[in-house]
Structure formats: C-alpha cells, structure tokens
C-alpha cells in the first residue's frame, strides 16, 4: 500500500490563500452531516489536518460542536484561530498530525477530515481513531469534485506544475496511481465500514485571481514548492489563463460532499 512520506510544513506559505480561494464548503453540506450522524450541540469533534479551520468553524457555527482543530503547520493554526475569531466561535488548537493522536482527545462523537486524509498513513489514522470515537461516532472526510470548468483551466494548471514544481507533481501522480487505494477501500477494511455519502452541487464563477489564488493554495504550486519560480510560473499562469478567457471568468460546477463512516 502506497503510503507519501509525512512532511509536517507541506503546506508552509499557503494558508493566506487557503481560506480565501478553496472551494468552499456549503452549510447545507454541514448541516445535512449534522443531521445525518446525530451530533448535538457541545458534543466533541474533532478537525484533523484543520488548515485554517473552515470545518471546524463551520461544525461550531452551525451545530454548537465543542471542536478541537489539530494540524502540523503553525501557520494553519493561526488562520484557523483568526477565522474562529471571526466567526465568533470557541475551538481548541493543538498543533500536530494524525501521529499524534492522543487518548486525551476521546471521547469523540465526529472525527472530521477536509482534503487531508490522503496525507497520512490511513489504516493507521483510522485504527487510532477507532479508540478515539465513542459508539455511535463517525469518521467523515470531506472533498470537492469538480465536474466542469468553463474554459476549463485545470489542465493548464497541471502542466504548469509539472513544469515549474516537478517533485510535487510527481507525488501528486503517486496519489492518483492504481497502487493508491481509494479512500473507501481503506474505510472497508477499517471498523468504520458503514459507508454514505452526501453530495451538494453549486455552480459558481469565480476569476483570474480566484484561480492564482487557489494555485497558490496547493502543497504542488505553492509558493514553498515552485521557490525562485514563483514569479515566472505566475506570469505563464497568468498569460494562459487569459488566452483562454480575455474577460477574466470562468464558470464551475463543483460537488462539495461528506463521506460518512461509521461503524457496523
């Protein structure tokens, strides 16, 4: 099984553009989970791999969770407190990764996962959180499928990366290769077997700075990674981008859902 090395300030330089131009997480998505694994207000969740917190604040916001937020990267950490502070919620930090997941944390209703479950070695995340969640807890990992862009954008990005980041791209490629099992086959050979999944599409349109911003936002073409090329990827990004729309916007479809595992 296909584990990538753990590498704690992977995301070192992108959390400025993190909360601003990732795709966003629909309330309605938070609150069809909510309702769906039961969670009650002051109950214990948990947003492992947080990155500025938009589910941890969303799960506080919305369901009156008493979430903790816990990521190896510091500047994470801080943009997730600033957010919560923003949002006028309460949350608790700790500053660590899925190898560090303690006793201490128990017990916990949700364990909740946006785009980070693939960082981690997964058998071992899961079996440690199984003594971690309390009967009639869950596992949920959270992502977006995009379904079309219009121009579509996204291959140009790729062949940028590749380009300009080529380490990184290479181990993006590690994780879409055959040898990287899909999240639901690791959740099937996990105690957390019982799986949903609930879905909720939005189409948005969004511009050229959305699109550098969220460039910016990814472990591949952040700033760390692409280094003294930062610049002269930009302007590429840039000048393609307006080959492709002289006006500026692009059109999405993107389904934001929550995978929901618990246990038999």
């Known amino acids: 099984m296909t ?57 506080a916001r919305l369901a009156g969770a008493d979430v903790t937020c816990m990521d190896p990267e510091p500047e994470m950490l801080d943009a997730a407190r600033e957010n919560a502070a923003e949002a006028g919620v309460n949350m608790h930090f700790i500053q660590g990764s899925s190898y560090d997941l303690s006793p201490d944390l128990a017990p916990l209703k949700l364990a909740v996962m946006g785009r980070s479950f693939h960082w981690m070695d997964r058998p071992a995340t899961l079996a440690a959180l199984d003594k971690l969640i309390a009967p009639g807890g869950a596992v949920v990992l959270f992502s977006d499928r995009h379904i079309l862009a219009t121009p579509d954008w996204r291959d140009v990005l790729h062949q940028l990366s590749e380009t300009y980041s080529p380490e990184k791209a290479a181990e993006r490629k590690l994780r879409r290769a055959p040898e990287f099992s899909p999240h639901e086959a690791m959740l099937f050979r996990s105690p957390f077997r019982n799986l949903e999944r609930i879905g909720i599409v939005n189409e948005r349109v969004i511009g050229t700075e959305d699109i550098i911003g969220r460039a910016f936002s ?33 059109t999405e479809i993107v389904e934001g859902h929550a995978t929901i595992a618990s246990r038999d």
């Open 3 to 59: 584990i990538v090395p753990f590498e704690a300030r992977r995301f070192r330089t992108t959390a400025v553009y993190y909360s601003r131009f990732r795709v966003p997480y629909p309330d309605r998505l938070i609150d069809r989970v909510t309702e769906r694994t039961g969670l009650k207000s002051g109950e214990r969740l948990l947003d492992l791999g947080c990155g500025p917190g938009p589910l941890g604040v969303a799960f």
């Open 218 to 250: 990814m472990s591949v073409t952040s700033p760390q990674a692409l280094g003294d090329k930062t610049d002269e990827f930009e302007a590429a990004f840039r000048s393609e981008l307006a080959a492709l729309s002289p006006q500026g916007t692009f």
